[in-house]
């Protein structure tokens, strides 16, 4: 069955980067585009990338164009997305998930990132 | 950034009710529209994908419709488990953007 396992939990200080990894399995890793999404607390979606595991290409949304990096590693099915220069306001769930249909089908269950001084 | 605006922002239902969610995009997407449902302190679940699609495993109780820039979805007979908050998202083209959400509520 389809898993997308997500790292744990951060606490980081403003200024300060995030890496958060998604590990999938299930089914083959290089078929299926892996969309990125975040939610603040008490708010809704908000759509930050992909990345096309097969050959490595990745779209960001322009907001956060020069800070997002979602990068894959094949040997170990895994996507990593890094969030640098982060601010309160980058308090969130963060989700990766698979996009087949053309678009997600099916979603990690999150990691928690708090950004407090 | 195409803008998708759902409504209403929150409903309120008994079981058995046929409710309907609406999602208007602010330029025409043709059928790259999805539904996704969130309970309570959870990940989303997708629903429907191409506009009317339904997922693997989702209950025929569920279906979509539209095209262009109007969309809905219905919930035929509401069950305990539907009470959730359920987004649209666009995909016809970047950056994917997402309705504000319909909160579904007991009633």
């Known amino acids: 069955q389809v898993q997308l396992v997500q790292s744990g939990a951060e606490v980081k200080r403003p200024g300060a980067s995030v890496k958060v990894s998604c590990k999938a399995s299930g089914y083959t890793f290089t078929n299926y585009y892996m969309h990125w999404v975040r939610q603040a607390p008490g708010q809704g979606l908000e759509w930050m990338g992909l990345?096309?595991?097969?050959?490595?290409?990745?779209i960001y949304a322009q907001r956060f164009q020069g800070r997002v990096t979602v990068t894959r590693d094949t040997s170990t099915s895994t996507v990593h997305m890094e969030l640098s220069s982060l601010k309160s306001e980058d308090t969130a769930m963060y989700y990766c998930?698979?996009?087949?249909?053309?678009?997600?089908?099916?979603w990690g269950r999150g990691t928690l990132v708090t950004v407090s001084s | 950034d195409i803008q998708m605006t759902q409504s209403p922002p929150s409903l309120s239902a008994s079981v058995g009710d046929r409710v309907t969610i609406t999602c208007r995009a602010s330029q025409d997407i043709s059928n790259y529209l999805a539904w996704f449902q969130q309970s309570s302190g959870k990940a989303p679940k997708s629903l429907i994908y191409a506009a009317s699609a339904l997922q693997s495993g989702v209950p025929s109780r569920f279906s979509g419709s539209g095209s262009g820039t109007d969309f809905t979805l219905t919930i035929s007979s509401l069950q305990p488990e539907d009470f959730a908050t359920y987004y649209c998202q666009q995909y016809n083209s970047y950056p994917i953007t997402f309705g504000q959400g319909t909160r579904l509520e007991i009633k």
């Open positions: 990345i096309n595991p097969s050959g490595g290409i990745t």
């Open positions: 998930a698979r996009a087949g249909t053309g678009t997600v089908d099916f």
